[in-house]
């Protein structure tokens, strides 16, 4: 890098680029930060996301006619936003998504018989390199210069598919080797990187805010913006609390451990790349970006003004007791533990008693049964489907007693700083009021 040092990060996600009024807004807002270098990280488009993993399995099933529909829908859609940008002169742009989707097409008919990891990763990520292919046409017509970025080259990673780690070293070398000296604004797909030998992964669901903290992180960014479709973080769901609050600052630990216990908040990853570096995160409103957002940083001092309050539905309970009736002691708790690892499966809350554990899943799938299998052959398993799991960080007795009226308490777990309980979820209502 010369004399454009890289000074921010922007990433929109998938609820910003819905349609082309989404887009031609993005390019406004672009266009409000003239001389500034800057990265954009795009998801892919709406729900392209779904859809690629419902065409993936269409191909994986042999379901030609429901595949060929599927990947119809895809170019149809791609295509009505390419028309509605660029009218008469769509041809180039337009011809560009038809390869994409005739190259996504050749991959499903020489990888369905490959392992389903390797397949995902080599075909999901086509809604990005879509999206940014339009967005990128779109802002060049505009007249913010632009140059797109395959991301696959820039963020180098092992082989572990859907869910792949990054080689910071080599990534770092790639970004240093890119020529920043024109100045032009760069735009790059989330979620996507790749092997040394040229092969596609991806660093999980949800992985574009993770992809924006990577490349702030090997690029020494000044500040990272997450534009979403929210004006920033709030101390409860607003679309399930009528009485949200915005948060103005909160830390990096204070955001890790809200994601820990469910909120949809940042990428869980995201956090640890900028925090080595102290890079702050603003999370703004797409639709009303000139009000102030909310922060994440090293700063910890606003950490607890206020409750914050995360709901986390579907769950299931699992009770286990011993079959010799022995203590559920440290070598039980740590072989329960252990099965909880094997299989990949988080504990949303743990909560044990002599001669009982009580561990709250998310809901089933063919890696919990295969955990209760497994707990069965020493344990005594007691399943109760359907919970909510509340969890209330920086709590008062108040505020926790007024949002368990009128509810079962199943499971309860309390430290220093954090609340929670678990009620059947036919007892929870689908709009909320927080106690004042």
């Not at 887009?23 to 996301?49: C, E, N, Q, W, Y």
């Amino acid at each position: 890098m010369h004399r454009c040092d890289m000074t921010q990060i922007f990433k929109f996600g998938g609820a910003s680029l819905r349609d082309a009024d989404d887009i031609r807004h993005l390019g406004h807002l672009m266009a409000d930060f003239p001389g500034r270098p800057l990265v954009v990280v795009l998801s892919a488009m709406g729900k392209t996301t779904n859809a690629l993993e419902a065409l993936l399995d269409a191909a994986r099933g042999n379901d030609e006619a429901n595949y060929r529909e599927r990947l119809e829908n895809l170019r149809r859609d791609h295509l009505a936003i390419v028309g509605a940008l660029f009218g008469s002169k769509a041809s180039p742009v337009a011809q560009r998504v038809e390869a994409l989707i005739a190259e996504l097409d050749q991959h499903h008919r020489t990888l369905a018989k490959h392992a389903r990891p390797f397949h995902y990763d080599q075909t999901i990520g086509f809604g990005e390199l879509m999206s940014t292919t339009i967005v990128s046409a779109w802002l060049e017509a505009s007249g913010i210069a632009t140059r797109w970025q395959d991301a696959r080259r820039l963020i180098v990673t092992d082989d572990c598919y859907q869910a792949a780690n990054v080689d910071w070293a080599a990534t770092t070398e790639r970004l240093r080797e890119l020529a920043w000296d024109d100045c032009r604004l760069l735009v790059t797909q989330g979620f996507l990187g790749g092997t040394q030998d040229g092969q596609t992964t991806t660093l999980g669901r949800g992985g574009s805010d993770y992809s924006a903290a990577i490349l702030a992180h090997c690029l020494e960014a000044e500040r990272v913006t997450m534009w979403k479709d929210v004006p920033g973080l709030f101390n409860a769901d607003p679309r399930r609390f009528d009485n949200a609050t915005q948060l103005e600052h909160i830390s990096y630990a204070e955001t890790i451990e809200l994601a820990w216990h469910g909120a949809k908040v940042i990428h869980p990853k995201s956090l640890a790349p900028l925090q080595r570096k102290r890079i702050p995160l603003t999370v703004r409103s797409f639709k009303a970006p000139r009000t102030p957002g909310s922060t994440i940083d090293a700063d910890p001092r606003h950490d607890g003004d206020v409750p914050i309050v995360i709901l986390r539905e579907a769950q299931i309970l699992l009770t286990l007791y011993p079959r010799d009736f022995a203590l559920m002691d440290e070598a039980h708790q740590h072989d329960i533990l252990g099965h909880l690892v094997r299989v990949g499966v988080h504990a949303s809350m743990i909560d044990s008693a002599a001669m009982r554990v009580s561990l709250c899943l998310d809901r089933p799938t063919g890696r919990l049964e295969a955990l209760v299998e497994a707990l069965s052959a020493d344990y005594r398993v007691v399943r109760r489907n359907n919970l909510t799991l509340l969890t209330v960080r920086h709590p008062d007795d108040g505020l926790l007693e007024g949002l368990s009226a009128g509810r079962d308490c199943l499971a309860e777990r309390r430290n220093a700083d954090t609340a929670q309980r678990l009620f059947p979820g036919d007892q929870c209502p689908e709009s909320w009021h927080l106690p004042t």
